[in-house]
């Protein structure tokens, strides 16, 4: 049996013996829209729950376009032309366009020229998101929970605010897309580190596919509500990274017929767990580095035995990321069963902890490999994973371990399908 596996920006073939009996499982199918940038424009001027764009400001009013990083695969090229024609009123220079890094590294100016193209980097403001410089964060509000809001300053000084990127599922805040522009995109390191606190991440509804109740999510979109002027433009896209539709308007309304929309596609489920899960991380630009790549470990988690193994074939061009708390976290402990404890005696000040409660979490399940021909095996080994370099030779092994009957499972798109156990 062969099947390709999303990796980096050529995919991975992997061939494996006739003889296993192996359950592929892919989000359904969804055909692309036949024009993305009419899609895109009849969205802007037939929004969900609000006026057109058009109406929405003044020639005058200055227009903030938050845009998402190096990590997502948001096709801006497509996006870009129609919206900018909408605003076609608004003078040139008082259009900046905001990165919503959250947490991650600054994207360099060759990313970004892939992410917007050429004209946009060269004619328009681009403002990236720096939780290290604390200065530039303004205090708007205080949720129900208690987390102090504190959003870039140069975000606020806006009279129109458009989120834009993709729904896609998320394994701690239910999907992504809406308000996670703003936070954890626009937002200071310890509003982000509060919605992402343990105490969050701990809870039962903090998990793919569930928005309404999980605390990290409806955190996120109370922190919308401090600020005005906001209006959504979101996508979803297939396996192929392919617009299959448009979501744009009012941030709840819009973002939740886009939930529904992607949950319909990305929904799947197993009458079994497994004993292996083969998966990726759906390919560049999100398998990066080993950080973005729980993601699609979490994925594989939810099907795969206690006791089990998880494959995932992920680039990781970018490394684990260096420099990163991520990395000092991984390698302050000499083991996966210390992991947990280490976050949590030491989360008031490091950052990335939450990445790492969930590798924890599917380590003390499952062991997990990682196939990357980027990285070192060493390298590998310092992230707490074992290294693979031949994903057949390896499955042959786990079956004369796990046995004859051995069941295996192949999530070919990582974290673009949530698969869940059903024994419906």
């Not at 969205?43 to 903030?64: M, N, R, T």
């Not at 409660?357 to 980027?374: M, P, R, V």
């Not at 370099?389 to 079956?399: A, E, T, Y």
């Amino acid at each position: 049996m062969k099947f390709n596996l999303p990796y980096g920006k050529t995919g991975l073939m992997v061939d494996l013996s006739d003889d296993l009996e192996i359950d592929i499982v892919e989000p359904r199918w969804i055909n692309p829209v036949e024009e993305g940038a009419s899609a895109i424009a009849n969205a802007l001027q037939k929004p969900i729950g609000c006026k057109p764009l058009k109406e929405l400001f003044k020639p005058s009013d200055k227009v903030a376009i938050i845009f998402s990083d190096i990590t997502r695969a948001t096709p801006y090229k497509i996006i870009l032309p129609p919206l900018l024609a909408e605003l076609k009123d608004i003078q040139k220079n008082n259009i900046r366009f905001f990165c919503s890094n959250g947490t991650h590294r600054l994207a360099t100016k060759e990313e970004l020229t892939s992410i917007l193209g050429k004209y946009f980097v060269e004619n328009y403001t681009i403002i990236q998101n720096d939780v290290r410089n604390s200065g530039s964060f303004e205090y708007v509000g205080t949720t129900t929970s208690g987390n102090r809001i504190a959003l870039n300053k140069e975000i606020l000084k806006n009279d129109l605010i458009i989120l834009t990127g993709f729904i896609e599922p998320h394994f701690f805040a239910g999907f992504s897309g809406g308000g996670k522009a703003l936070v954890p995109g626009m937002a200071s390191i310890e509003t982000i580190k509060y919605n992402h606190s343990i105490a969050h991440l701990s809870q039962k509804d903090v998990t793919w596919g569930i928005t309404t109740g999980n605390p990290i999510w409806e955190e996120i979109m109370e922190a919308t509500d401090f600020v005005s002027g906001l209006f959504l433009l979101n996508i979803t896209l297939n396996k192929s990274k392919l617009i299959t539709n448009v979501f744009a308007g009012d941030v709840r309304s819009a973002h939740k017929a886009g939930c529904q929309f992607a949950k319909d596609s990305a929904m799947a489920p197993v009458n079994k767990l497994y004993d292996i899960v083969i998966t990726s991380n759906s390919g560049f630009p999100l398998d990066l580095n080993i950080y973005q790549t729980v993601k699609g470990m979490c994925a594989a988690g939810q099907i795969v035995k206690k006791g089990g193994t998880i494959i995932i074939a992920s680039e990781c061009w970018d490394g684990i990321p260096g420099n990163s708390d991520y990395e000092t976290i991984l390698k302050s402990v000499k083991n996966v069963s210390e992991l947990k404890k280490f976050i949590q005696d030491n989360e008031s000040s490091l950052n990335d902890t939450w990445q790492i409660y969930f590798q924890a979490l599917i380590q003390q399940k499952a062991d997990i490999y990682l196939y990357s021909h980027k990285l070192d095996d060493s390298l590998i080994r310092s992230a707490l994973l074992n290294p693979v370099n031949d994903i057949k030779s390896l499955i042959n092994k786990l079956v004369n371990k796990y046995g004859p009957q051995t069941s295996i499972c192949v999530l070919p798109d990582g974290p673009l399908t949530i698969p869940y156990f059903s024994n419906r």
